[in-house]
């Protein structure tokens, strides 16, 4: 009766994070299947290898889910070329990934580098060190199918509340891999921080969840690793801008205001431009938008007299969109919505949306980012940078305090090529600094009388330099 006792307690005692294992739905297998046939292929240069969050990313194989491509846009740019493997299925441990490892899923790859993220599954059935005994099991297995494949072995991202029980196994998980990379030639890189904020909580707009990305939180992946990447890629990083900053982030309009349909927008500019003749553009948010030029929508048939008389026969163009913050300006420029306008000039203000969300040095570095895009996208284009106007009905209100901080730091913008910074924000005030509902009917958004004070100031740049 020894042995059988013997052989129970052994197998009791073993770490089902390091036993491979497949998941017995169809579901599971057909994307399984799909994986194969695509490592078959032998092109990819990188592989990515993981569970919902990497499933979710996005490219091949696409089997279906709904939540799939939540990061294409940032999957295309950042890895398009370079024929990038999906390994991620919803739901996996450790001990999945292993078995689809074991059962054909590189294929034929030879990859660059192979990005391994998983075992977040893993914490509601293992301890710290099971799991990480685990993820070092899957990195093993990648290195004995192929061995000139470096390891870009990132930490596992946070999730919940920061004193949550999940938060503190990922914390002590990550703390033991660190060690063990150093030691087995496998590079370890922990951005967790990119996605929480100065309180170490996770923000609902990178993932409303609190475990899974959005947009937001794909490309804040992507910035946060792509330093890294590059260099084992042995190419020049795409970007090496700080995503712990929100607002130099590229990210579509993700807040939920179902009176603005911002993607109809995006389309409805990208058709203007295509039957029009753009050779002034005005890039903002909604104090932009209001000024009433074209394209027309929100109800409007005719472009703003004001607009119509001073801007009319300059071919010009409203990008101002509603909401916006810088990161979102990024994104509409990112994805071209410049290129089919033969640009001479653009009036640039942009960053009050930002006023409560970021510091004023980081509103600096968005304005920044966004002057840096368009100088690269039109380089012979004039910038007429103008300070955020003011806002709130007092000079000591909150809001009118953090532009005149970020005004201040973006002075110096203006001394780039090309670039003329402009501050009119005293043209709105009264003698004694406070606002009139005669010029900002709400104190942040001008009225006609405003808009016209607005033409009127920047009029005799645009007179030099609008040809």
């Known amino acids: 009766m020894l042995f059988p006792l013997v052989g129970f307690v052994v197998a009791s005692l073993q770490n089902t994070a390091t036993v491979p294992v497949p998941r017995p739905d169809a579901d599971w297998m057909n994307r399984h299947n799909a994986m194969v046939a695509v490592g078959q292929k032998g092109e990819s240069q990188i592989v990515f290898i993981g569970d919902s969050i990497t499933h979710a990313f996005g490219g091949d194989p696409d089997t279906g889910e709904s939540f799939h491509n939540r990061g294409k846009d940032t999957w295309d740019l950042y890895y398009g070329a370079d024929k990038p493997l999906n390994l991620g299925i919803s739901g996996d441990l450790t001990q999945q990934v292993l078995w689809r490892l074991d059962n054909g899923e590189m294929g034929k790859c ?33 290195k004995s199918i192929t061995p000139n494949t470096q390891i870009l072995l990132l930490g596992i991202f946070p999730r919940g509340k920061s004193d949550s029980a999940p938060r503190k196994a990922i914390t002590e998980i990550n703390s033991a891999l660190a060690v063990w990379a150093g030691a087995h030639k496998t590079r370890f890189l922990d951005i967790g921080k990119a996605f929480v904020g100065p309180d170490n ?30 260099g084992m890629m042995h190419r020049s990083p795409k970007t090496t801008l700080d995503p712990t900053n ?10 939920d205001y179902a009176k603005y349909d911002w993607m109809t927008r995006i389309q409805l500019v990208k058709t203007y431009a295509k ?3 753009c050779r002034l553009a005005f890039i903002g948010d909604s104090i932009n938008h209001f000024y ?3 394209p027309l929508d929100r109800g409007l048939t005719e472009p703003n007299p004001i607009w119509q008389k001073y801007y009319g026969n300059r071919d010009a163009v409203d990008l101002g969109f509603g909401w916006d913050r ?18 001479t000039a653009v009036s640039l203000m942009i960053g009050t949306n930002n006023a409560f969300l970021n510091t004023p040095e980081q509103i ?10 368009i100088r690269i996208q039109k380089p012979k284009a004039k910038i007429l940078l103008l300070a955020i106007f003011p806002r709130g009905e007092k000079p000591d209100d909150a809001g009118r305090l953090k532009v005149i901080e970020v005004n201040k730091l973006i002075a110096a913008l203006g001394k780039q090529r090309n670039v003329t910074f402009m501050d009119i924000g005293s043209k709105f005030l009264q003698p004694d600094g406070t606002i ?3 010029v900002m009917g709400d104190f942040l958004h001008p009225t006609d009388k405003g808009y016209q004070i607005w033409a009127e100031a920047v009029e005799p740049w645009m007179k030099a330099n609008v040809k």
């Open 275 to 277: 039957e029009h003749v």
């Open 292 to 294: 009433g030029g074209p």
């Open 110 to 142: 030879k990859p660059k580098v192979a990005v391994i993220m998983i075992g977040t599954n893993n914490i509601s059935s293992n301890t710290p060190v099971e799991i990480e005994q685990g993820i070092e099991a899957v990195c093993d297995r990648v």
């Open 326 to 343: 810088t990161e979102n300006v990024l994104w509409r420029l990112e994805q071209g919505q410049l290129n089919d306008m033969p640009l």
């Open 201 to 230: 909580e996770i923000s609902t707009e990178v993932m409303p969840d609190l475990l899974h990305p959005f947009a937001f939180g794909y490309r804040k992946w992507a910035m946060a690793m792509e330093p890294t990447l590059a």
């Open 246 to 255: 929100s607002a130099v982030v590229p990210v579509t309009h993700n807040r």
């Open 436 to 438: 009139s509902r005669e």
């Open 364 to 373: 600096r570095d968005g304005i920044q980012a966004i002057v840096d895009m």
